[in-house]
């Protein structure tokens, strides 16, 4: 992949079972948004071929709409006046054809998302109004309400709090148990979806390890990644990952 | 003095200025959130500089500021898809580049340089039927696209990013925005001129913010607001004999003064009454 007349990912080779759990970790620039771009077919590759559900999504862009994409937060103005409801309906709505009406079938399903997200009190609020952590569960809830069969998440957990951090990651491991989506989301927080995820990937322009998360956990293929000395340690039985770094 | 005003050239100024307001406040709207207020300002003075061309070679001034603004358009929506270059920086030097083209022209068509100079700060008294006939189906076209395609504004506005990966064709629709500003100002050379076109399209949609929690709160706000400002500069003007387009730019910024003041947004309250209710609980502490 290409971005700027700079390749930004080279030599990526790499297949998705339905349903999983994947986590792409990596440092800033690593590529991490430019893969989510490129399965979306936002972002065409130069050589290769990319096949999202079996489609790809540069030739067909109709499989966009199977897909609920999460973008960085902080690339969204907050200032914008646009109500929470709007927001979520956008997931639906968004995804129809002209004229894009929203039927009962609509606001049903974008109240459910709401509810589960805990964000259906700020139904008619203005999105300004609400903290970070609201405002991340807004994205989520609205890409939910699409019924995606693949949730792509970049950095979902960036800049909130750790109830919202909890409840996005419980609530994600049940969209892959109970609704058989495949979720791939891009984070900094490694050690949040350790015990969830059923493969990480840890990327730098390149897949530097991709597989179970107990496989690829090793802190020769982590610190290869970060390009800085990674550890990883034993707590409770848990291993946590310190010292990374996400500037390169 | 009213009598004046049942006039039929009175009745067709107001409607002039209403149209032209109506359209122009609600490209603002999208204009102003996007950030792009200035490129309906360098659009303005692209199409001032088009009908000054077109009277100096003998064309229809619409026309002419119609195809160069539309041009400005497509290239400044081009120049912002590429971003090799800022966009505001495009914008200065289109925006330097046309005023100086538009400058020219008029001295050179100096049998014409009075039509030209209506262009500059408009002439609603004088607009014409045959006028007034195509600026109100040129209003109301762009009124009803934007009507027609409310929700995709909304959407491109609010996350273009999340947008195109939902699958809209952001690019088509920006575009769209503003081949729709670039009519939209073309309306406006004729009833306000260039100079004010840029208060009719950033005003408005400035006063309305501070009141919005919406857009579509925002789009109706940015709609009274110039609704108002036109008829109270319409009556104001009359009464003292002072230029319509230029009394309505007055009571646009006054007004904006005023929004300022009352701001929801800047005192944290959710509509205005609560606004006056935190107002007065402050005085009488």
């Not at chain 1, 949730?151 to 996005?168: C, G, I, N, R, W």
Request: with cysteine; net charge neutral.
């Amino acid at each position: 992949m290409v971005l700027n007349q700079q390749p930004i990912l080279e030599d990526l080779s790499f297949s998705i079972v339905e349903p999983s759990f994947v986590a792409v970790v990596g440092p800033n620039g690593a590529g991490k948004t430019t893969l989510l771009k490129t399965m979306l077919g936002i972002i065409k590759p130069v050589e290769g071929e990319i096949r999202v559900l079996g489609r790809n999504p540069v030739e067909d862009p109709g499989v966009r709409r199977l897909v609920g994409y999460v973008p960085q937060r902080e690339r969204i103005d907050p200032l914008i006046p646009v109500l929470v409801k709007d927001i979520i309906l956008m997931g639906r709505l968004a995804k129809k054809r002209f004229p894009r009406r929203a039927t009962s079938e609509d606001l049903e399903k974008a109240r459910q998302v709401a509810r589960l997200l805990e964000v259906d009190q700020f139904w008619e609020e203005s999105y300004a109004h609400l903290s970070g952590g609201q405002q991340q569960r807004v994205l989520v809830a609205r890409a939910l309400a699409s019924e995606p069969s693949l949730l792509l998440l970049d950095e979902p957990f960036s800049a909130v709090d750790t109830p919202t951090t909890q409840l996005l990651v419980r609530l994600l491991r049940e969209l892959v148990d109970k609704s058989g989506v495949t979720i791939i989301l891009v984070t900094h927080e490694i050690n949040v979806l350790l015990k969830h995820i059923d493969r990480l990937m840890l990327l730098n322009r390149r897949i530097i390890a991709f597989g179970k998360p107990d496989e690829v956990l090793d802190e020769a293929l982590l610190t290869e990644t970060f390009l800085k000395r990674v550890q990883v340690v034993a707590s409770d039985g848990e291993r946590i990952v310190t010292g990374v770094s996400y500037h390169a | 003095m009213l009598e004046v005003l049942t006039q039929p050239f009175m009745i067709k100024a107001l409607i002039a200025v209403i149209l032209s307001g109506s359209a122009s406040a609600l490209i603002g709207v999208y204009m102003v959130l996007r950030g792009l207020s200035s490129i309906g300002a360098a659009i303005a003075h692209v199409a001032l500089a088009g009908a000054a061309i077109s009277l100096l070679t003998g064309l229809d001034p619409v026309v002419g500021a119609l195809i160069l603004s539309l041009v400005f358009a497509l290239l400044s929506g081009y120049g912002e898809e590429k971003g090799e270059v800022k966009a505001d920086m495009t914008i200065g030097v289109l925006f330097g580049f046309s005023t100086a083209v538009a400058a020219l022209a008029i001295s050179l068509s100096s049998p014409y340089a009075a039509s030209a100079w209506r262009f500059l700060i408009g002439d609603v008294l004088g607009v014409t039927d045959n006028e007034l006939l195509v600026l109100a189906v040129m209003s109301l076209a762009v009124i009803g696209v934007i009507t027609l395609f409310k929700m995709e504004f909304k959407y491109i506005t609010f996350d273009p990013e999340g947008s195109s990966a939902m699958g809209l064709n952001v690019r088509f629709y920006r575009y769209l925005l503003l081949v729709l500003t670039a009519v939209s100002m073309v309306v406006n050379l004729r009833v306000v001129g260039s100079i004010l076109s840029v208060a009719f399209i950033a005003i408005p949609a400035v006063v309305a913010y501070q009141f919005s929690h919406s857009f579509e709160e925002m789009g109706k706000i940015s709609f009274l607001t110039i609704l108002i400002s036109s008829i109270l500069g319409f009556l104001v003007s009359v009464m003292l004999n002072l230029p319509t387009s230029a009394v309505v730019g007055v009571i646009l910024s006054v007004g904006y003064l005023i929004s300022i003041k009352l701001s929801v947004k800047r005192r944290k309250c959710k509509s205005i009454i609560q606004c006056f209710r935190v107002v007065r609980e402050h005085h009488i502490k």
